[in-house]
């Protein structure tokens, strides 16, 4: 199992954009399975991480894998889509800003050319590759992406098969109420993802985090306001991570009811490792399919 | 700084810590400090940076304060070996950062601390500099 979500890359030039697809097979992980009888779609949080992945490749080939960027803040990522088994997702990141000390992209992912998710203005420091992952290792991660697709579509359907989505749920939920709820989960150090995220510093993914603060406001608008419907469309605003969180970490998560504006619900999230603050997000909205 | 140099940036940059702090524009005075009154983790400096550089189109580099001072001084006459401020570092820096009220430094300060001195003040003015500098620049 990997953790690296861009199959191929078609397009780029260094240090500024680049164009890349993400096949979606039956051997992916991180599906979500909304309706009974639906095909599962790829949780749209790693949909984000591979347009990520796909402007770090290029940030780094920029500096030679000497400096990587990693975590960060994103201003705005809105879903609109979802991406299925047997689709193919373009993706399209754009960095605006790329110096020794910041990345800053954009970027939009579609299907069959309608636009499934879009991230705005997400920030990552620029850090000593060395200190996540030999620089070695990086740069020859980055040449096994296939520059074919053909190569690329075939070898998605050999991945190790395992899909789920349980790494994204909390263990337990706590204190539901009017005001929000509580999720604590408890990160165990032989969770796959983090053999990629990273060889030699392992740290949760933002995604995944990004993925939990989602599924906790489903279980809330299911759990304890009886809302079960489909969500249409998501969108997560001035989400940070200010410390990284590690292997053995239990983090607390505080999801806050903002009630509903318009036909949206509004939540906001902190999240607390040992009572300090690893990772907010200001608004998340949920419109639901009437 | 003049006051009116003040008032073209201040609200600017009031609008950019809100927005990268998440808290609330009424909650943002000239002298609180941004990362002991106002909460900034070091992504968020990273994060008003970038937003500095759209808004004001300059730039504030990172440990500015502390290159300004090592350039008056010194290395050695700046920082003692414990990470300390010399007593003449503690001095050059309270010249250099004169728009922190005096309250905020103390008599052993790291040069680790010097982040935690820095004023929604001091940031104006560290934009108002660059400013003119590269107005400068562009006079030729």
Known sequence: MSFLFVDCILERDAGKRAVGVKYISLNDSFFNCSKQGAKPELSPSIVAEALGQLAAWVAMEKFHFAIRPVGGTVSDITISGSAKIGDKVFLESHIEVLDETMMVFSGKATVDGKEILSVRKALAPMLPTDLFIECKEAKKQFENIFQSDKQAESSSHGRSSFHSNQFCFYDQFTECSDEGLVGKKTLLPEAFYFADHFPKKPVFPFSLLLDCYMNAAKYYLKRHLGLSGRVSSTRIRKAKIYHFIEPKDTFVTKLISKGKKGDAYHFSFETTVEGKKVSGAEQVLFQLES | ?140
């Open chain 2, 1 to 140: 700084m003049e006051k009116e140099e003040l008032e073209a940036i201040y609200p600017q940059f009031k609008a950019i810590i809100a927005d990268a702090l998440v808290v609330d524009e009424e909650e943002i005075e000239l002298d609180k400090r941004l990362i002991g009154d106002l909460g900034a983790e070091s992504i968020d400096f990273l994060d008003m940076r970038f937003q500095i550089e759209k808004e004001f189109k300059v730039v504030i580099k990172q440990g500015e304060i502390e290159q300004k001072a090592r350039q008056l001084l010194g290395d050695e006459k700046f920082e003692a070996e414990s990470g300390f401020l010399t007593p003449r570092g503690l001095e050059v820096l309270k010249q250099i950062l004169s728009d922190v009220p005096s309250e905020y430094f103390k008599d052993e300060m790291k040069v680790s601390d010097i982040p935690s001195l820095l004023t929604v003040r001091t940031f104006c003015r560290l934009i108002c500099e660059a400013q003119k500098e590269t107005q400068e620049v562009l006079q030729g």
